[in-house]
């Protein structure tokens, strides 16, 4: 039917030729921009009251607004005949939604274009980076800047538009561009100067440009604009571009040496091709060790490890020699902070092909190796990954499932045989294991800070610096969850140098959550917002899906759980990817849209918060569903639940998102009516 439509910028619609459509008075460009930002779903006429006016509407709203879609359908669709029915902006249900394929909406034009850019060559990267980024014609909706229903579409767009500014010039300065991409760049970072990868990529350009003194001066200048004006340290990022630039102006040598190890790189490769037969176990090793390597490389090489692991391991098995299976297996040391797997069902296949590799060694095999099995069992039994059968429900009485039993206790046999050989590698990879097993009850903040000093003290004896970013990520979790956010940011910027030096990337993401969360909770969300923006970003594209699905959900309920009995709006969390957080948020949007006994029926079913970081935070949520509904076994469940951590921060041990002190919590369940039923 030809019709596009315009969100960024001024709200707007085009007819088939491109002419613009007169869509009349504010309020009708208003109803068009709001059923756009509902993504074809239905948007009932109380809802559009209750949008349109934010407050005690009139009287004729609803025929006021029934008259608004009236004449927005006339000008949408000006030649069809008076008594059939309409097309584009249709009546349903209780409500309307506006028809409209993705090519019609320059929005959802810009985030498919994005992704092509993102997935193309530079030259073509930058190319699609300037189609996306022309069809912006100013902020997003922007006869509406204060409209509370746009305030989410708004911030992730507008989010969106900066990464594609500056990937863009990263495409740029791949393609050689270098001096059109610092132009550029300082352009943004003048506009945006809070935005670290802004900063970055003009430090990498005006020093390709041999502009290398000015290049540390804009290092310089963003480190005193991100502590002065934007309360946060400097992440690893600008620490690594700065020792990049002085590195290479310390002249031919530093190139020279760099250059020598990319030659013998390709001659030792090269040299292994000719050497080693194709199929043999030297290749099989080989190959673990080279996806182990990979994996703690930056977001590419995690998801290339992640893909590759399990077909070594597939391989190692085909061979039918159990010894280097189990060698295959529990060589992959790589140290995991988040408890929800990035692959379930890989993980699931690893514990078990781990089990049959220790249930197969002889009786006299090495200690040492049947202790990797066993870390390995426990670090990707993380959360429900290992679950042989359904989690229960979150109204039934706690049992423990023999999949986390069996995790436990591998966990706590491998720290045991860890201990006894003395060897530093293996026990830090079994704390790394008992951490994840660490999870059977909410409010063991105190033994995970506890695992988390272990951690630090073992690697920085033994130089383990890949644990030793664990560990500390580990105590600056529990210290979070603790209330003691002070001695949780000296685990922070401690990490952020660590990292740098080691070149462990994807640890200024979590660095990056915390000071979100600790913002938050010293000055409020409205501070903390823009920094949640930055940190949703960081996770995007940072190749760990366990920890960025659903992430914008969760940064979506921080102001609804921190408010007292407060209920979410379902069109606040309508364009937000709920991922694996949906069966716990499901009741309590529920119960925000007014679906009383449809809330209760989903309590009744809803599983147990999984055994990971965010078990307090859920059980917080269910308890607020169930709250709102009066549902009291999930009342009284997620009481007893969350006891044990009365003096913790709700979901704070997750480094991500705070829901503030369990205890607040607490209270609220304890003076519910359902519960003295």
């Given amino acids: 039917m030809g019709v596009a439509y315009g969100l960024l910028g001024p709200v707007a619609a085009w007819d088939g030729d491109g002419e613009p459509l007169a869509l009349g008075a504010p309020r009708h460009r208003e109803v068009l921009s709001r059923l756009l930002v509902a993504r074809g779903r239905v948007v009932p006429v109380d809802r559009l009251v209750a949008d349109l006016w934010e407050g005690e509407a009139p009287a004729g709203a609803v025929g006021a607004v029934r008259t608004f879609v009236s004449a927005l359908r006339r000008v949408l669709e000006p030649r069809r005949p008076p008594r059939r029915a309409p097309r584009l902006l249709v009546t349903q249900g209780p409500g309307y939604v506006l028809h409209a394929g993705r090519d019609a909406v320059d929005a959802w034009r810009f985030e498919d274009i994005a992704g092509r ?11 699609l980076w300037d189609e996306a980024l022309a069809l912006w014609r100013g902020p997003v909706i922007a006869d509406f800047p204060g409209a509370r229903w746009a305030a989410a579409d708004r911030a992730r767009l507008e989010a969106l538009r900066l990464h594609a500014v500056e990937r863009r010039s990263d495409a740029l300065l791949a393609t050689g561009a270098v001096r059109e991409a610092a132009v550029e760049l300082e352009a943004h970072v003048a506009a945006h100067p809070w935005r670290e990868d802004g900063w970055v990529l003009l430090a990498t350009a005006l020093a390709r440009s041999g502009r290398r003194g000015e290049a540390l001066e804009a290092l310089r200048r963003a480190r005193r604009t991100l502590a002065r004006d934007h309360g946060t340290g400097p992440g690893p990022a600008l620490a690594r571009a700065e020792d990049q630039i002085l590195k290479g102006s310390r002249g031919a040598g530093a190139e ?162 860890a201990r006894q050989l003395g060897d530093p590698a293996l026990l830090a990879f079994a704390l790394n294991g008992a951490f994840m097993q660490s999870f059977g009850r909410c409010g063991n903040c105190t033994g995970r800070e506890t695992t988390g000093r272990e951690l630090i003290r073992l690697s920085g004896d033994h130089g383990l610096p890949g644990h030793e970013v664990l560990g500390r990520l580990v105590r600056l979790q529990a210290l979070a969850g603790l209330g003691d956010l002070d001695a949780a940011e000296k685990e922070a910027e401690a990490t952020d140098r660590l990292a740098a030096r080691s070149e462990r990337p994807l640890a200024g993401v979590f660095t990056s959550w915390f000071r979100a969360l600790r913002t938050c909770e010293t000055e409020g969300w409205a501070t903390a917002r823009p920094l949640y923006a930055r940190a949703l970003e960081s996770t995007a594209d940072c190749g760990m899906p366990g920890l960025a699905r659903g992430a914008d959900a969760l940064v979506a309920l921080v102001p609804v759980m921190r408010a007292d009995g407060a209920l979410p709006s379902p069109d606040d969390f309508a364009g ?73 921060l709700a979901g704070a041990a997750s480094g991500l998102v705070s829901f503030g002190p369990v205890a607040r919590h607490l209270r609220a369940v304890e003076d519910a009516p359902a519960v003295h039923e």
């Fill in 117 to 127: 850019a993102g997935a193309a060559a530079p030259r073509g990267a930058v190319a």
């Fill in 256 to 417: 020279e040496a760099a250059g020598v190890a990319d030659g013998v790189w390709g001659r030792a490769a090269a040299a292994w091709e000719r050497s080693v037969p194709a199929g043999s176990r030297a290749r099989l090793h080989a190959t673990a060790g080279l996806l182990r390597d990979l994996a703690v490389t930056g977001a590419t090489g995690l998801e290339e490890a992640r893909v590759h692991r399990q077909s070594v391991v597939a391989a190692a098995e085909a061979t039918g020699d159990a010894d280097l299976t189990a060698r295959i297996i529990g060589s992959y040391d790589v140290p995991a902070v988040w408890t929800r797997a990035d692959d379930s069902e890989g993980a699931g296949q690893l514990v078990r092909a781990a089990a049959r590799a220790a249930a197969e060694q002889a009786p006299g095999a090495a200690p040492a190796l049947r202790a990797r099995l066993l870390s390995v069992v426990a670090v990707e039994s993380r959360g429900d990954a290992a679950a042989d059968s359904r989690p229960g429900r979150a109204v039934d009485a706690p049992v423990l499932e023999p999949w986390r039993a069996r995790a436990e206790r591998a966990a706590e046999d491998a720290v045991r045989l």
């Fill in 576 to 648: 937000l990817d709920t991922g694996p957080y949906r069966p716990w948020l499901e009741p309590l949007l529920l119960a925000g849209s007014g679906a009383a006994d449809q809330a209760r029926r989903a309590l009744d079913r809803v599983p147990r918060p999984p055994h990971d970081l965010l078990q307090e935070a859920l059980w917080c949520v269910l308890a607020r569903a169930a709250q709102a509904v009066g549902h009291a076994p999930v009342l009284r469940r997620a009481g007893d639940a969350l006891a044990p951590a009365r003096h913790e």
